[in-house]
């Protein structure tokens, strides 16, 4: 009815979640950043950065690696996430959900394949473990990882200490002249509770001297290998491991469905632009002639004879 207008609730971006996906992202971007940092310091440090080919003459794995492609994926995330919610920007938006869901469907490939191919998995990991054992001492990052692992998983090599044959330091051929000819690590060795200060050549000699039987060996250091550790310390922590991935994997759908949320609020908002201009020149097509006709009919006003 004339006098009386329609109210109707336009579309609009929610502030909730769309800072909500920002501050997240910040987060995300920042620890990505600092990871990224920490990793390319770790580099510069062993000169890495002046010498790229040493990216390729290590035999095993640096762990820095994992601290630079983890911080790069996770910056390139952030920036895209925080940049894409803050201004309002749909190809951010997808594009941090599309990369999003990428890395989520990996995940979950990668999980349904160790879980299917078990046997093929434990001898890749051998071979990995064994891989770095040949390259223990060529790395400084790697030797420490490969200590905390046998400290922690209570072993030594990937199927026991024979392994330690693969390495040049402490293989037991009589061309060997290492001090640590026919040895161990110290991380292979049973710690005694009393020790204040870590004997660090409690290996030397160890697997040379210990030849009356498995028994006594176990005395001195770890005989069972890292892989059967791994593996055990995974079915012992099962449901830990699960909910940790569970947890990430919600956290990746949540992310994915807010960029969604916001990118459909943003089409929402742009179409109800697009069709009130839309409008408003169908108005003034309409309009224009009307008032032409009007004012044509009207006339110039002559003024009455005297």
């Not at 207008?5 to 909500?20: D, I, N």
């Not at 940092?37 to 010498?51: F, H, I, M, P, R």
């Amino acid at each position: 009815m004339p006098g009386k207008h329609q109210h109707f609730q336009e579309p609009e971006v929610g502030c909730c979640g769309k800072y909500f996906l920002f501050g997240f992202n910040i987060v995300f971007w920042v620890l990505g950043a600092l990871f990224l940092a920490v990793g390319l310091w770790a580099w510069s440090e062993k000169g890495v950065l002046s010498n790229i080919s040493a990216l390729t003459d290590l035999g095993g794995l640096d762990p820095v690696w994992l601290f630079v492609v983890v911080g790069g994926i996770m910056s390139v995330l952030g920036f895209a996430g925080c940049i894409g919610a803050l201004r309002e920007n749909t190809f951010l938006l997808k594009f941090f959900s599309v990369f999003l869901g990428l890395i989520f469907f990996l995940e979950l490939a990668t999980g349904i394949l160790a879980f299917v191919f078990k046997d093929w998995i434990r001898d890749q990991l051998n071979l990995f473990i064994n891989n770095n054992v040949k390259a223990y001492r060529d790395d400084i990052d790697l030797q420490n990882l490969i200590d905390f692992a046998q400290e922690y998983w209570s072993c030594c090599g990937a199927r026991g200490p024979n392994d330690w044959n693969l390495n040049i330091y402490f293989n037991c051929t009589d061309l060997n002249p290492s001090r640590e000819r026919c040895g161990v690590p110290f991380s292979c060795c049973v710690r005694d509770p009393a020790e204040d200060v870590l004997n660090t050549q409690c290996g030397y000699d160890v697997r040379l001297k210990l030849v009356r039987g498995e028994l006594e060996q176990q005395g001195f250091i770890h005989t069972k290998g890292c892989v059967g550790q791994f593996e055990k310390w995974l079915q012992d922590n099962l449901i830990v491991v699960a909910g940790v991935f569970v947890g990430i994997a919600l956290l990746q759908i949540f992310g994915i469905c807010l960029a969604q949320n916001l990118v459909s609020d943003i089409k929402a908002v742009k179409a109800n632009w697009s069709n009130y201009s839309n409008k408003q020149i169908l108005e003034n097509q309409w309009l224009q002639p009307s008032i032409l006709k009007v004012l044509s009919a009207a006339g110039p006003r002559q003024s009455s004879p005297p």
